[in-house]
C-alpha cells in the first residue's frame, strides 16, 4: 500500500506562486502514475493533472494549462506541482494519487491511493 504526504499549500495573493509536493512509500515509485485532485468546498473533487511513472508524458486539465507543471524525481519518491500566476478559484484543498498503473490517468477511479490534502488559498 502506498502512503502519500503532501506539503507546500498555502495562502498567496493572486498572481503568486505556489510548489506543492507530494513524497510517497510502500511500493516502487517508478511503477505507477501519479496525480493532482483538487477540491473547493461544496464542490466534487476535479482533476487537475497527472503524469506517468516515467515522467513523461503529462496531462492537464483546462483551467490550469499554461500555469500548472507537474513533475517527478523518481529518485526522491516525490512528485511536485508547480502553479504559477495562481487565481482565486484554484483555491481548493489539493490532494495527490498513487495510480494502479504506469501511465497519465485522469479518472480518479484508477487511483488506489490518496494523501490528506493540502490547502491552497488564493486571495484576491
Known amino acids: 500500500q502506498v502512503q502519500l504526504v503532501e506539503s507546500g499549500g498555502g495562502l498567496v495573493q493572486a498572481g503568486g506562486s505556489l510548489r506543492l509536493s507530494c513524497a510517497a512509500s510502500?511500493?516502487?515509485?517508478?511503477?505507477?502514475?501519479m496525480g493532482w485532485f483538487r477540491q473547493a468546498p461544496g464542490k466534487e473533487r476535479e482533476f487537475v493533472t497527472a503524469i506517468s511513472g516515467s515522467g513523461s508524458p503529462t496531462a492537464y486539465a483546462d483551467p490550469v494549462k499554461g500555469r500548472f507543471t507537474i513533475s517527478r524525481d523518481n529518485a526522491k519518491n516525490t512528485v511536485y506541482l508547480r502553479m504559477n500566476n495562481l487565481k482565486p478559484e484554484d483555491t481548493a484543498v489539493y490532494i495527490c494519487?498513487?495510480?494502479?498503473?504506469?501511465?497519465?490517468?485522469?479518472?480518479?477511479?484508477?487511483?488506489?491511493?490518496w494523501g490528506q490534502g493540502t490547502q491552497v488559498t488564493v486571495s484576491s
Open positions: 494519487a498513487a495510480g494502479r498503473r504506469p501511465w497519465v490517468e485522469s479518472d480518479p477511479g484508477n487511483y488506489d491511493a
Open positions: 510502500g511500493r516502487t515509485f517508478s511503477n505507477y502514475g
